[in-house]
């Protein structure tokens, strides 16, 4: 198993009704995930509305999650920016508070060219040279894409041991895996690709979808690891119709709404993410029936 493992929950951020961080629910929820199916807490990235989240917010966040679900799963921090000052300072506060690793995103609306990336990750890789770190390309957020031969490069830093890739890219998911290598991790970005990305090398899921089927997304993986991927297919297929649920709308939209149809009590989304509207919600009721979830 990779030191994040397989099974990564990018952890939605739980709010109050007037629209403040609930730290109560967000120790619960983490505890919740650890006991299903989650390796790795990765708290304040994408699907954690990270972009409205003081730095403040996320500091505090970081600590509860961690006191919470140490002994359980490890916690990765989502500390990336498009300013290398700021996401080095997040970083080493990451590390100064005790977690397992952060996530660092291509600087997004900037686009730096590729010498930019490698230079941005490796200053941010120098100023914490223990503390292990995760890329992670998402061109549709950020605007530049991550390509493999400055991921290759990238990976021959110590600390800089895995990538979360989001770009949807087949191709380009196998030519990080021919350039890197093998202890160099590669963990899918959207759930519905994490067969395929197992396919050809990738490690496991940040995923989204764990909130709900943590478990089984880990027999998933498990069964294609084993050799059995028909098993695997079963389960891929199985899940394909939440997955895409849970992405009909910009993301964590949908998450939030399917966890509170389970009556968990994450609160909305901040502006300027809106609420699920009803079709939505509609289609997200019907895949959780469907698996039993309701």
Known sequence: MTFFGQILTAMVTPFTDTGEMNFSVAETLAVHLADHGTDTLLVCGTTGESPTLTWQEEYELFRVVHKAVASKAKVMAGTGSNSTREAIEATKQAEKLGLDGALLVVPYYNKPPQEGLYQHFRAIAEAVPDFPLMLYNIPG??????????VARLAEISNIVAIKEASGNLDQVSQIRRLTPS???????????????????AAGVVSVASHLVGELLQKMVIAF???????????????????????????????????RLQGWQV??????????PDPIIQKLKNSLTDLALL
Do not use: W
């Not at 957020?141 to 400055?150: F, H, K, S, V, W």
């Not at 160099?184 to 990305?197: E, M, V």
């Not at 609160?267 to 699920?276: D, F, K, V």
């Open 141 to 150: 957020r950020t605007g530049q894409n991550l390509e493999a031969d400055t």
């Open 183 to 201: 202890e160099f991790s590669i963990y899918s970005g959207d759930d519905s690709l994490t067969l395929p990305y197992l396919s050809v090398g």
């Open 225 to 259: 690891a084993s050799g059995e991927p028909q098993v695997a297919t079963e389960i891929h297929l199985k899940l394909l119709p939440l997955c895409k649920a849970l992405f009909a709308t910009t993301n964590p939209i949908p998450v939030k709404a399917a966890l």
């Open 267 to 276: 609160g909305s989304t901040r502006l300027p993410l809106p609420e699920a």
